[in-house]
Each structure stands twice: as structure tokens, then as C-alpha cells.
């Protein structure tokens, strides 16, 4: 049995995902800062019997923390138990809401977004790859179209964002037992697109659950160490 480490789990993509990879059969363990959501999202996994349920057998293990935190970052891999075939950063920030031009962006807030998009996927990523090495596993690092295109307002989740692009580029020469994948899911209809668009209807977005087929089809064909778009990604059905 493969095990996935996902950061970010109790909601939005992340819980897509992790349902995703539980149907792919992949043992799970997942992370977010609230505790009572992030249960309520491990304990859906566990009893669901639709086609987001995990295989027979695999399990879902939930440590709550902040991703930012060097000691719950530790306690992800740890609960891994020696195995770890799968490690996707997904956990972030959007930064300040509503999005402040770089002109106005609080030196604090642009840290913590740097801290939460940047240093905490790079360090878990530091700790997970001795497992990753021994199972010649896989980083998929989340990313957007905010890192490559110059929307204003966006200067400070753009910039972190981008940093783990390169990040994840250099990464991906570094380690070439490991793939490395950053991508870009699109649009999705999430409490982060919410707050970057504060009091307007984003009902027109897709699901988080649309685009857990391309992501799957990345991890199950093992496809070439890159930057992807989802939309880009359709899995093949014929
Ligand atoms: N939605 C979009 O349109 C879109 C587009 C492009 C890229 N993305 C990227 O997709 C990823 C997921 O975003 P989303 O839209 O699904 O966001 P979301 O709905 O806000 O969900 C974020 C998840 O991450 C957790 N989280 C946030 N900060 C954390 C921290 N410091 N430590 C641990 N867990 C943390 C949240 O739970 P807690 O708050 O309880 O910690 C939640 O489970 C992000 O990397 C985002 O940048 C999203």
C-alpha cells in the first residue's frame, strides 16, 4: 500500500484530492490547523461508501497543526511510519483580503504568506525526502496561475507562489530519483477564491472535485517531473 501525505485536507482541494487518492489506493495522512474540521473531514473518508471511499483496507490519519510549525511539520512525517510515496504541499494562504497593491502590502502579512506558501512546503519537503528517496516518490506542490501572470492585487500570493515554482524547478533537478510536479489547479470554487473575491458570486467556478482526475492521472502515470495545468491534464479514457 502507497501512503500520501496531504497538507491542507479538511477542506477545498486538498479534501478533494485526499478523496481522490483514497479511491486510488493510497493510505492517507492529512493535516489542518482546525482540529474539529479536520476530523470531521477524516471521519467522512473513513465512512464514506461513495466514490470518494478509500480502498478496503487503507487509512486515514489525521494530525492537526500548522504546516508554518517545525514540530508539527516533524510530526507529519513521523506518522507516515517509515513510509511515504506521495507528498503533496497544498496547505497555503491567500495573504491579505481583499488583495492589497504591493504599493500597500503589510511587510507582516507578505512574511506570513511567504512563510505558509514557500518555507513550510520547501521544509516538510526536506523532511519527507529520505522516505521519498527510499520509495522513489513523488512532491506535487500546488501552485497557480498567480505565479506566472501579473494580476493586480495578486503581487504578494503571486510572488510566494512563484518562489515555489522555482523552488519546485530546481528541486526537480536536485532529485532525480523523485518526481516533482508543481501545478496549477485553475479557478475553483473554495473559501480561499472566496476571500479573493470578497461578497461576489463565485458559484460559476468549478468544484475542487473537477480537477482530482487530471491530478490522479499525474500521480498514477508518473508522469515527467514539471509544471502542469489541470486543464492540460484531462485523463485519457480510451
Ligand atoms: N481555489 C482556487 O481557485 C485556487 C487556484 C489556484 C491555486 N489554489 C491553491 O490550491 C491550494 C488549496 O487552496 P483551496 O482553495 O482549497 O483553499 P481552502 O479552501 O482555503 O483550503 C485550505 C486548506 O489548507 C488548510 N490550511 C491553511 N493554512 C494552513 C496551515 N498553515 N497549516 C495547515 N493547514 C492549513 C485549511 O485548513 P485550516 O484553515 O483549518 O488550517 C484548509 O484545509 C492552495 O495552495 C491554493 O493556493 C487554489
Redesign the pocket.
Known amino acids: 500500500m502507497s501512503t500520501a501525505l496531504i ?9 478533494a484530492l485526499a478523496a481522490g487518492l483514497a479511491r486510488a489506493g493510497f493510505d492517507l495522512v492529512i ?4 482540529a474539529a ?2 476530523d470531521a ?1 477524516a471521519g467522512a473518508l473513513r465512512a464514506s461508501g461513495g466514490p470518494g471511499a478509500p480502498r478496503p483496507g487503507s487509512s486515514v490519519t489525521a494530525v492537526p ?4 510549525d517545525p514540530a ?1 511539520r516533524a510530526a507529519l512525517v513521523a506518522a507516515c511510519a517509515g513510509r511515504l510515496d506521495l507528498l503533496v ?6 495573504g491579505a483580503s481583499p488583495l492589497p497593491a504591493l504599493a500597500d502590502y503589510p511587510a507582516d502579512e507578505l512574511r506570513a504568506a511567504f512563510e ?2 514557500v518555507i ?1 512546503p520547501i521544509a516538510l519537503t526536506q523532511l519527507a525526502l529520505p522516505l521519498l528517496r527510499a520509495s522513489g516518490g513523488a512532491v506535487l506542490n ?5 505565479a506566472v501572470e501579473a494580476y493586480a492585487g495578486w503581487g504578494g ?1 503571486g510572488a510566494a ?1 512563484a518562489a515555489l515554482e522555482q523552488a519546485s524547478n530546481v528541486l526537480a533537478a536536485e532529485e532525480l530519483g523523485v518526481r516533482v510536479w508543481w501545478a ?10 472566496q ?2 473575491f470578497p461578497g461576489e458570486d463565485i458559484s460559476d ?1 468549478p468544484e ?1 472535485a473537477s480537477v482530482v482526475p487530471a491530478f490522479v492521472r499525474l500521480v498514477t502515470e508518473r508522469l515527467p517531473s514539471g509544471r502542469y495545468r489541470a486543464a492540460h491534464l484531462a485523463p485519457v479514457t480510451s
Do not use: Q, W
Not at 497543526?65 to 508554518?68: C, E, K, M, N
Not at 500546488?142 to 498567480?146: K, L, R, V
Open positions: 497538507t491542507g485536507a479538511s477542506r477545498g482541494l486538498g479534501r493535516d489542518a490547523r482546525d474540521a479536520l473531514a497543526g500548522d504546516v508554518t508539527h504541499n497544498n496547505a497555503g494562504t491567500l505558509a506558501n513550510a500546488i501552485t497557480s496561475d498567480a500570493y507562489k496549477d489547479p485553475g479557478d475553483l470554487r473554495t473559501d480561499m477564491h476571500l479573493a467556478r475542487p
